[in-house]
């Protein structure tokens, strides 16, 4: 046989060898992740946007499940997002840390826009088109509203608008407004 060929072989059965033992390894020592973590991550809105002192949803929910972080920092959750974490968590509903926002959207005015590219690198979901000294847009559909785009836009640009409810989104007001005084 030639020496080329007892390489092939002898490369080849180490690949299926090193294969097969990393095939094991991964059943076998296969790491769970936190089912309650993967809840409240779930409920969490996914917005990414950091505006509870932590990275993105992911984080927050790891330090609301393993360090006891409080339940009521996620402001485009809001109540709805707080009141479920306490309902999953069997805590007290607390009111919340900052100021509940409705739903925006951010808009670039196209004519102010220099082309900076801040507001594409400050962008957690990547919902900002555009290159550098051109004119930019948002993705309307990625936009989480999160406003973390405004503060390094040195033209202020940017404004964030709220979203319209329509018949898609619309829902009934939550019956304890209309409680009479007794």
Same mark, same amino acid.
């Given at each position: 046989?030639?020496?080329? =060929?007892?390489?092939?072989?002898? #490369? &080849?059965?180490?690949?299926?060898?090193?294969?097969? =033992? @990393?095939?094991?390894?991964?059943?076998?020592?296969?790491?769970?992740?936190?089912? #309650?973590?993967?809840? $409240?991550?779930? $409920?969490?809105?996914?917005?990414?946007?950091?505006?509870?002192?932590?990275?993105?949803?992911?984080?927050?929910?790891?330090? $609301?499940?393993?360090? &006891?972080?409080?339940?009521?920092?996620?402001?485009?959750?809001?109540?709805?997002?707080?009141?479920? @974490?306490?309902?999953?968590?069997?805590?007290?509903?607390?009111?919340?840390?900052?100021?509940?926002?409705?739903?925006?959207?951010? @808009? $670039?005015?196209?004519?102010?826009?220099?082309?900076?590219?801040?507001? #594409?690198?400050?962008?957690?979901?990547?919902?900002? =088109?555009?290159?550098?000294?051109?004119?930019?847009?948002?993705?309307?559909?990625?936009?989480? &509203?999160?406003? =973390?785009?405004?503060?390094?836009?040195?033209?202020?640009?940017?404004?964030?608008?709220?979203?319209?409810?329509?018949?898609?989104?619309?829902?009934?007001?939550?019956?304890?407004?209309?409680?009479?005084?007794?």
């Amino acid at each position: 046989m030639s020496s080329m =060929l007892i390489a092939a072989l002898v #490369i &080849g059965g180490m690949a299926t060898l090193f294969g097969a =033992l @990393l095939g094991y390894a991964s059943v076998h020592y296969k790491v769970e992740g936190d089912p #309650i973590t993967d809840k $409240i991550d779930q $409920i969490l809105p996914q917005t990414q946007c950091g505006q509870c002192g932590y990275p993105g949803c992911r984080p927050y929910a790891e330090a $609301i499940s393993n360090e &006891g972080a409080a339940i009521n920092l996620c402001p485009p959750g809001g109540e709805t997002v707080m009141v479920s @974490l306490a309902d999953l968590l069997d805590r007290e509903p607390v009111a919340l840390e900052q100021e509940e926002r409705p739903p925006s959207l951010a @808009l $670039i005015d196209e004519k102010t826009c220099i082309g900076c590219t801040l507001c #594409i690198q400050a962008c957690p979901v990547d919902a900002i =088109l555009g290159a550098a000294k051109l004119m930019h847009t948002v993705i309307a559909t990625e936009c989480t &509203g999160c406003e =973390l785009c405004l503060a390094p836009c040195p033209v202020d640009c940017i404004t964030m608008e709220p979203i319209p409810t329509d018949i898609t989104d619309w829902s009934w007001p939550d019956p304890d407004m209309f409680k009479v005084a007794a």
